[in-house]
């Protein structure tokens, strides 16, 4: 499978590279500036193509059969900067990859999406942005997949999470464990059409995805 991957210079899009180098899908990589190329092909990407979420991205998704989006706006920008790169960016891309015929769209949300009125009054405007992208793209007509992980780490991954369409506690999870996550939705026929919370936990990746 061909996949288009947005975010791909961010740390999930970056492990998320390593992990798909060593699998039957190609990658090609969003990149902004023509000097991430090279890195992100030494990672894996099978080619990189030059593009900006808040722009038009028609030819960069051209000849691809899948989506995903991993790219955020980051903890140091403000609120604008976060409904052009969370909400609209996301909004854009899918009605981008509709027009182009792409069928699969995998988007990284957050946990507390489903409800943002109830997160932290500090997150409650990125939650926010989260679910108005998410809903779009569950009305979309696309074959989504919307994945919500937990707080975010820079810990080595263990391969081992707990996945729930909704889970009680907000855990935290590795981003090496997200993007593990990611490349099994894109080989597991059963996490289509369906949104699903993510942490650490105790079962491998494709066991807990199986089970959903």
């Known amino acids: 499978m061909h996949v288009f991957i947005a ?17 039957n899908h190609e990658a090609r ?11 992100l ?22 000849g691809c059969d899948a989506v995903i989006f991993t790219a955020g706006s980051g903890p140091h920008t403000g609120p604008d900067k976060t ?18 015929g792409i069928k699969r769209f995998i988007m990284v949300s957050s946990m507390g999406a489903g409800e943002p009125e109830k997160g932290p009054e500090k997150l409650r405007h990125y939650l926010q942005a989260k679910h108005n992208a998410d809903e779009h793209l569950k009305n979309s007509g696309l074959n989504y997949t919307i994945v919500r992980p937990g707080q975010l780490t820079d810990d080595d991954g263990t391969g081992k999470v707990a996945v729930r369409a909704r889970l009680e506690d907000f855990g935290k999870i590795p981003r090496q464990d997200v993007a593990r996550v990611l490349l099994a939705v894109l080989n597991s026929d059963n996490t289509d059409n369906r949104v699903f919370e993510v942490v650490s936990g105790d079962t491998p990746v494709s066991e807990a995805l199986a089970k959903l």
């Open 7 to 23: 975010g791909a210079n961010g740390q999930i899009g970056q492990h998320l590279l390593r992990e798909m180098a060593d699998s």
């Open 29 to 39: 990589a969003l990149i902004r500036h023509p000097d991430q190329g090279p890195e």
């Open 41 to 62: 092909q030494q990672l894996g990407a099978t080619e990189t193509v030059l593009g900006d979420l808040e722009q038009d991205c028609s030819e960069a998704l051209r």
């Open 83 to 100: 409904i052009d790169v969370d909400q609209d960016g996301a909004i854009r891309l899918v009605d981008t990859a509709r027009a182009m």
